[in-house]
């Protein structure tokens, strides 16, 4: 309940719209996707469906949505000690790549992706957004907490062990990419038969799949 009363107490004191609550969270996009279901005859005893390879490489992104259905350029988070443009310049309008060894989320490169959002957003102290996100320990570093109060950009973290209740993401936005993902990937594997998808293609499907 503390959340609602901390998300009720923002919204009397800013008078918030649609467009000014954002929501952010981190999806996995790896490079081999769960096969999508096959259509066969009745009776058949394998049913087949071509995939990439056995294991995929895993992507982070990280989604920007507001109430309004508007959403900023996402960033990605590639497996590798260096992001080349190549990785991310056909991916959506507007998205960055940022490295990181594990593909995971860290402090520094969270502290560049709300630089990111806040270069989209245009939001000062006279007129802020508020920005929903769980409480990871790489959300709340000093430094883009501190960039965050600066900016206009007020931060509202999801209590642990919440997301399932409280991530709209998860279900709303994410949940329909992971099968565009897999549509994408399935279209691109018959027009490169034999080719394996690389982390270079991550970026190129998620610019595919419907806003």
């Not at 959002?117 to 245009?122: C, I, P, Q």
Request: proline content about 8%; overall charge positive.
């Amino acid at each position: 309940m503390k959340f609602y009363d901390n998300l009720a107490s923002l919204m009397a004191k800013h008078k918030f719209e649609a467009h000014d609550i954002w929501n952010l969270d981190e999806t996995n996009d790896p490079t081999v996707n769960q096969p999508q279901k096959v259509i066969a005859p009745k009776g058949t005893k394998q049913v087949q469906q071509t995939v990439s390879a056995e294991r995929g490489i895993n992507v982070t992104m990280l989604g920007f949505i507001n109430a309004g259905g508007g959403s900023a350029p996402p960033v990605f988070i590639f497996p590798r000690k260096k992001v080349a443009p190549v990785m991310f310049e056909k991916g959506p309008l507007g998205c960055i790549g940022l490295p990181h060894e594990s593909g995971w989320m860290t402090a520094t490169n969270f502290f560049k992706s709300l630089q990111h959002f806040h270069s989209f957003v245009k939001c000062s102290k006279e007129k802020p957004v508020l920005l929903i996100m769980d409480n990871h320990i790489s959300h709340l570093d000093f430094q883009a907490v501190t960039f965050a109060k600066d900016n206009g950009i007020i931060l509202l973290t999801i209590p642990p062990h919440c997301s399932h209740a409280l991530q709209p993401l998860d279900v709303t936005v994410y949940g329909p990419l992971k099968k565009r993902l897999g549509a994408s990937q399935n279209d691109w594997m018959f027009v490169n038969p034999g080719v394996r998808i690389s982390i270079k293609e991550i970026a190129v499907f998620a610019s595919h799949t419907p806003e």
